[in-house]
């Protein structure tokens, strides 16, 4: 079955630290781009970062730049998101999503989602 | 950083009616647009990329038109499982802004 499932999130105290994973089955791991995408409660979605297939190429979005690190294992069809220093406006539901195109390229899109783990920072 | 600004933010519609979903790039974007639909409780789905292209199994009410700044998302005859939150998206530059979202409600 084609599906992303995430894990790691749970509740932590504000600058504390946590590990999101991704589990990627049914599809070529290691040959498409993946991205974190959070939702904070109630509110829209917001890109967080992505990466390349090989892991040469990442991009954060700026509020999250110097505290939180993506990386990949594509022996282990896994995508992660190393959090540190956890701010209370990093509270939201963080969605693995990943990066398709075809004959669209290079107009890319987010074709398949996970459930989303949620991670919540407080005191 | 490129700004996604959607309107409306909410709206509520009957069955059958025309609805069109107006999203705005503060800058050219070209085509790198994506339309999503997320209900409650659930990932986002994509509706529409590369602006016009209707994802496959995606119903065919659903279109979307528009390049460089300014973009459409219109259903032709809106459904009652067509509720949800929709959502543009841009592809051409990190970081990928979303818009803010424009809730559907159906009346």
């Known amino acids: 079955e084609v599906q992303l499932v995430e894990s790691g999130g749970g509740l932590v105290q504000p600058g504390g630290s946590l590990r999101l994973s991704c589990a990627a089955s049914?599809?070529?791991?290691?040959?498409?781009?993946m991205s974190w995408v959070r939702q904070a409660p109630g509110k829209g979605l917001e890109w967080v970062a992505n990466?390349?297939?090989?892991?040469?190429?990442?991009y954060y979005v700026d509020s999250v730049k110097g505290r939180f690190t993506i990386s990949r294992d594509n022996a282990k069809n896994s995508l992660y998101l190393q959090m540190n220093s956890l701010r209370a406006e990093d509270t939201a539901v963080y969605y693995c999503?990943?990066?398709?195109?075809?004959?669209?390229?290079?107009?890319?899109?987010?074709?398949?989602w996970g459930r989303g783990t949620l991670v919540t920072v407080s005191s | 950083d490129i700004q996604m600004t959607q309107s409306p933010s909410s709206l509520s519609a009957s069955v059958g009616d025309r609805v069109t979903i107006t999203c705005r790039a503060s800058?050219?974007?070209?085509?790198?647009l994506n339309w999503y639909q997320q209900k409650p409780g659930r990932a986002p789905n994509v509706l529409i990329y590369?602006?016009?292209s209707l994802q496959s199994g995606v119903p065919s009410r659903f279109s979307g038109s528009g390049s460089g700044t300014d973009f459409t998302l219109t259903i032709s005859s809106l459904q009652p499982e067509d509720f949800g939150t929709y959502y543009c998206?841009?592809?051409?530059?990190?970081?990928?802004?979303f818009g803010q979202g424009t809730r559907l409600e159906i009346k």
């Open positions: 049914g599809f070529t791991f290691s040959s498409y781009w």
């Open positions: 999503a990943k990066g398709y195109c075809s004959i669209s390229c290079p107009y890319w899109y987010f074709d398949l």
């Open positions: 800058q050219s974007i070209s085509s790198y």
């Open positions: 998206q841009q592809s051409y530059s990190p970081p990928y802004t």
């Open positions: 590369a602006a016009s």
């Open positions: 990466i390349k297939p090989d892991g040469g190429e990442k």
